[in-house]
């Protein structure tokens, strides 16, 4: 039985970074496909306009906080969650996991040449990690059939798609029974990170909850959307309160 707590009706699973990777372990042995999303406070906001994407965050099999957003929504519900589960942390979880392991993984996403350059500083890092194929995240419908029959054929255990929020969760939601994959995961720009071209925030901010600030100063382009954040901490005072 999941332990979910509902911030704005999205319904995260309370679980720690370690038992989501125990979770994600289970849905690479049980045979059924799975797909895990990490929602930071702006997709939930983008969800209560979006009934599509609000309807896909439901569905999930796993959804965890990439915010420290939504872990402080999370005091106004039923449950308390204990700490941000990010996307990119989780992938790289998966990977120190499954590296010495059959598994396997297919990275689609990011602009042309990210994909490849973040698999291999990925496999530097864990040299037994086996990364079947990539694509860049930019296509035409053309190119998108042959992009499903190369994931369909390279059968990936663990399909990360980096398209960007709430496109990849879309995509994947339309796609995933079209592919062998067991798991996929929306990871953002987590491959501009892998790649190196994307800086994360130093340690101290992480821990402090300060990670969308130094995103903010270094990615002042993001200012627009980060705009939503005061936007979801008001809606979620006004509307989680009352329950
Ligand atoms: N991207 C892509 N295809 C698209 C649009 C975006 O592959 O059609 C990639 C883009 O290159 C970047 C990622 O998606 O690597 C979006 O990164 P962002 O940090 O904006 O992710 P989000 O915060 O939306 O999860």
């Known amino acids: 039985m999941r332990k979910l707590t509902q911030i704005l009706d999205v319904p995260f699973d309370a679980l720690t970074m370690d038992e989501a990777v125990e979770k994600a372990k289970v849905f690479l042995g049980d045979g059924k496909q799975h797909y895990i999303c990490t929602p930071n406070p702006e997709i939930v906001m983008e969800a209560q306009q979006d009934a599509r994407l609000m309807e896909i965050l439901r569905k999930a099999d796993m959804v965890v906080p990439d915010g420290i957003g939504v872990v402080w929504a999370s005091r106004y519900s039923e449950i308390v969650l204990?700490?941000?589960?990010?996307?990119?942390?989780?992938?790289?979880?998966?990977?120190?996991?499954?590296?010495?392991?059959?598994?396997?993984?297919?990275?689609?996403?990011?602009?042309?040449?990210?994909?490849?350059?973040?698999?291999?500083?990925?496999?530097?890092?864990?040299?037994?990690?086996?990364?079947?194929?990539?694509?860049?995240?930019?296509?035409?419908?053309?190119?998108?059939?042959?992009?499903?029959?190369?994931?369909?054929?390279?059968?990936?255990?663990?399909?990360?798609?980096?398209?960007?929020?709430?496109?990849?969760?879309?995509?994947?939601?339309?796609?995933?029974?079209?592919?062998?994959?067991?798991?996929?995961?929306?990871?953002?720009?987590?491959f501009d990170v892998m790649a190196g071209n994307v800086k994360r925030a130093p340690k101290v901010f992480r821990k402090l909850g300060l990670e969308w600030f130094f995103r903010l100063i270094t990615q002042p382009t993001r200012w627009k959307r980060m705009m939503r954040l005061p936007k979801f901490a008001l809606t979620v005072l006004k509307k989680q309160k009352r329950r």
Request: glycine share 12%; charged share 25%; aromatic share 10%.
């Open 82 to 190: 204990k700490e941000r589960v990010a996307g990119y942390d989780l992938t790289q979880r998966l990977f120190a996991e499954i590296a010495d392991t059959p598994h396997t993984v297919y990275f689609f996403g990011g602009a042309p040449g990210v994909a490849a350059a973040a698999g291999r500083r990925m496999k530097k890092q864990y040299a037994n990690l086996k990364i079947v194929g990539g694509h860049n995240g930019y296509f035409d419908e053309e190119e998108e059939k042959k992009i499903l029959a190369d994931i369909k054929k390279c059968a990936p255990s663990i399909l990360l798609v980096g398209l960007g929020a709430p496109k990849q969760e879309k995509w994947i939601y339309d796609h995933l029974a079209e592919t062998e994959a067991k798991i996929a995961i929306g990871v953002g720009g987590s």
